[in-house]
């Protein structure tokens, strides 16, 4: 009980007030809402249960699962989920329209792999001055596909890509793809090859769209990561993938 007391008398400040002297003299109190722990500039309305403490509504919808780990069942997080803002639908409906093509000549397996290959390009897409471009992610995904096709045909033949952040990405997707085709090696290797080939269509799709944005395309594919959490490791299959049991879970992106 005192705890909740403290804790209210924290978030109150009561201010006296005294109009008329002595005789007249009354009190009221004012509820002043503590400052944000954030930002310190605005009132703190929203108990954060990542944080275990109270923050303003503007630092909740903007560092909502950026600075913050919000918990899945936080009420706000599941509520800007089901009604995200315009901007963010619009942007959902771009990606989309960019990614129907590709998708929709696919068949459902491939279609999650399409999805983890966009992860990947996330994770291995580097910071800084080694930051990769689309180009680069384009050269990684030909260089790839031109390797996965040589091997479906039973033939060792590896392509590189022609540029350092390329390689890198190339590296990363092909170590994750050895693990996801572990027991079927020329039957995952055409599927690789397929969905490779997809992915730089859709990378030159986007450059000739967005000449003026070198990252046009990586930042869909970090969008998709986001949404996906990041799929992709060891042991963890992709939502909407086939589990090792032969159930199914459900993806977060509709798939047309």
Request: proline share 7%; charged share 25%.
């Amino acid at each position: 009980m005192s705890s909740e007391v403290d804790a209210w008398r924290k978030r109150h400040t009561c201010v006296s007030v005294s109009p008329g002297g002595i005789d007249g003299a009354r009190s009221t109190c004012h509820a002043g809402a503590m400052r944000c722990p954030l930002c310190h500039a605005r009132p703190a309305r929203r108990s954060c249960p990542a944080l275990g403490r109270e923050i303003c509504p503007v630092c909740c919808g903007t560092k909502r699962e950026v600075d913050i780990r919000c918990p899945a069942d936080c009420p706000y997080l599941a509520s800007a989920r089901s009604h995200p803002p315009a901007t963010t639908r619009r942007q959902q409906d771009q990606d989309l329209a960019v990614l129907t093509p590709a998708l929709a000549g696919l068949s459902e397996e491939r279609q999650q792999l399409l999805l983890v290959a966009l992860t990947l390009l996330d994770r291995f897409r580097g910071e800084g001055l080694d930051a990769a471009s689309d180009a680069d992610a384009a050269s990684a995904a030909a260089a790839l596909a031109g390797t996965y096709e040589t091997a479906s045909r039973g033939l060792i033949y590896e392509q590189r890509p022609d540029s350092v952040p390329a390689q890198r990405i190339a590296d990363g997707i092909r170590g994750m793809f050895e693990q996801l085709g572990r027991g079927r090696p020329s039957g995952f290797a055409a599927d690789a090859a397929a969905v490779l080939r997809q992915v730089e269509d859709r990378i030159r799709a986007v450059q000739r769209a967005t000449p003026g944005d070198s990252r046009a395309f990586l930042g869909l594919a970090e969008r998709v990561a986001r949404r996906l959490g990041n799929p992709g490791l060891e042991g963890s299959p992709v939502e909407g993938e086939p589990a090792a049991g032969g159930g199914r879970g459900s993806s977060s992106i509709i798939i047309p």
